[in-house]
């Protein structure tokens, strides 16, 4: 009964207070039932969860065996890296560069778990286990929840049902991989980036984020008839700074001249004055 009764726990900083009066940006977010978070969880697990079939099949028409398939799902879980290393295997590339491909889509799985182990506060012990669970849909899922509990709901959730359809269907894709045929026929290892894109596209709210994003896109698509696969998908990431870099110099050029204008404007007080 106590737990019920007590106020939902806030996402920010435990004891934290208002340095002023409290205002609407100060009130609390409304809470949200716990059978709202768990449908919404369920929704994306499940949708995200059979693309682990796609997975199977193309891990095992691009040459890995069984076993190699169902390590790298239990493992790895993490579907964008898993078909860019695949995929740059069938496609000839060097397994170091693949590897690499893989490793640095990988790498942005360590951001989300900066935010979410904010978000969380999860016990130590449990940490190690849940930070397997960190990719892109349980972050999806948790960022938006207005408390504690429904973050930690959502990601629980989320991180369990993927990632036990995701293994299973891996499974059920890589024994049936020999029944399909020619698994590029049927386009299965556009299934999981698509969903990631789908995911995403609604997380790109800013025109600076946008932009990035399409840059990065197009940097992809101009290197990828030219260099190895695996490459492009490295070298896209330049498209961020980039960005930065260029928003940099459009801030600092009107500020720049402003400054000049005010010290030539000085200079000349003081040549009258003297």
């Known amino acids: 009964m106590a737990e019920q009764t007590a106020p939902p726990e806030s996402i920010g900083p435990v004891g934290a207070m208002p340095a002023g009066p409290p205002g609407p940006a100060a009130e609390a977010l409304p809470d949200k039932p ?96 849940a930070a397997h669970w960190v990719i892109d849909e349980t972050t999806a899922v948790t960022l938006p929840q207005p408390t504690r509990r429904a973050a930690r709901i959502g990601f629980t959730v989320t991180g369990l049902t993927l990632y036990v359809l995701w293994n299973l269907t891996t499974l059920v894709g890589a024994l049936g991989a020999e029944a399909l045929g020619d698994t590029d026929a049927w386009g299965l290892d556009a299934a999981s980036p698509a969903v990631f894109l789908a995911l995403l596209a609604p997380m790109l709210k800013s025109t600076v984020e946008r932009v990035t994003a399409g840059l990065a896109v197009l940097l992809a698509l101009t290197l990828l008839p030219v260099l190895p696969a695996g490459v492009p998908v490295l070298l896209s990431a330049l498209a961020a700074p980039v960005v930065l870099f260029l928003m940099g110099r459009t801030k600092r050029g009107p500020n720049a001249g402003n400054a000049a204008d005010g010290s030539a404007t000085q200079r000349k007080k003081g040549e009258r004055r003297s």
């Open 34 to 129: 716990d059978a709202a978070v768990v449908r919404d969880a369920l929704g994306v697990g499940i949708a995200v969860g059979l693309s682990g079939f796609a997975f199977g099949v193309t891990s095992a028409g691009s040459g890995l065996s069984l076993l190699q398939t169902c390590v790298l799902s239990l493992l790895v879980f993490t579907g964008a890296s898993q078909f860019a290393l695949v995929g740059a295997l069938a496609a000839g590339g060097n397994p170091y560069t693949a590897a690499a491909g893989a490793f640095f889509l990988g790498v942005r799985n360590a951001f989300y778990g900066l935010r979410l182990s904010q978000l969380l506060a999860l016990p130590r012990a449990v940490r190690p286990f």
